[in-house]
């Protein structure tokens, strides 16, 4: 006999079908890096308005999980179609598929050459290009997870707001548990917002020592005021994560920045 799915598992489901939902116009920009020998293209998922209301300026959100555009853009043009509650218009960025910039990752944790690549080239040019408004989210999940990690560790500037869901710690990956054993939270990150969720899933059993280990570090950071949550999603599946972390994320900005009479 089948049982009734759980209410929760419900809203899994309809998180995941927003898949078809994007009404977001895509644009491509090419990228040239004396590293690489073909250009690195990045999608560029414009809000509905933004060509109709040319005065506007954007909320940049950037994902380095190639198919992520497919879930981001579905829920963004939900959440946000409604007077922007709670989700301000925001421009979305992915690479596309094949992108080879990735190879610049250093999982030693030695070295922050991709992190640079965002600072230097990708951010600046779609700056440029496009209404943004200074205001920037960047989410991942599983080791771009622990990209958003390493990127609030080495250039906590870069981003106003971080989502990191499951992150890849086993073995001192990206030497993200050490630095922040040895250096703790950047006092730059005052003021800014980190959100960090996992499961529990077979997928995640590796590394949970890991997991509340590197929840005891974030917690460190009374001293320079950085908003930080936390959420254990062992409730749900594996790969419902990345949606429930960008919708808690979404929803606490707002509560945050309205409470604090500002908006993104």
């Known amino acids: 006999m089948l049982k009734m799915p759980s209410i929760l598992r419900i809203t899994s489901f309809f998180f995941a079908a927003l898949f078809i939902c994007s009404a977001q116009g895509s644009e491509f920009i090419s990228i040239d890096d004396s590293r690489f020998s073909e250009p690195l293209t990045f999608r560029i998922s414009l809000p509905e308005s933004y060509n109709k209301k040319t005065d506007k300026r954007y909320t940049l959100l950037f994902d380095f999980h190639y198919y992520g555009h497919t879930y981001l853009n579905g829920m963004h043009d939900w959440l946000s179609h409604n007077g922007e509650w709670p989700w301000p218009e925001t421009i979305i960025v992915t690479p596309v598929r094949g992108n080879p910039v990735g190879q610049l990752f250093d999982s030693s944790g030695e070295q922050t050459p991709l992190i640079d690549f965002f600072a230097e080239s990708l951010l600046p040019r779609i700056d440029k290009q496009y209404r943004t408004n200074g205001y920037r989210i960047m989410s991942g999940f599983r080791v771009n997870a622990t990209l958003v990690l390493s990127a609030m560790l080495s250039k906590p500037t870069l981003f106003d707001a971080y989502f990191a869901a499951s992150p890849e710690l ?24 980190l959100l960090y969720s996992h499961g529990s899933s077979v997928k995640e059993q590796h590394q949970l020592q890991e997991y509340r280990q590197l929840h005891r570090l974030l917690q460190r950071t009374s001293d320079i005021a950085m908003k930080y949550d936390y959420r254990d999603f062992s409730e749900h599946e594996f790969m419902t994560l990345p ?19 500002t908006k993104e």
Request: hydrophobic share 35%; aromatic share 10%.
């Open 170 to 193: 086993k073995d001192d990956y990206a030497k993200i548990m050490s630095t922040l054993e040895r250096k703790g939270v950047p006092e730059q990150m005052a003021g800014r917002y």
């Open 243 to 261: 949606l429930f972390t960008l919708l808690t994320g979404i929803e606490r900005l707002y509560e945050l920045n309205h409470s604090q009479g």
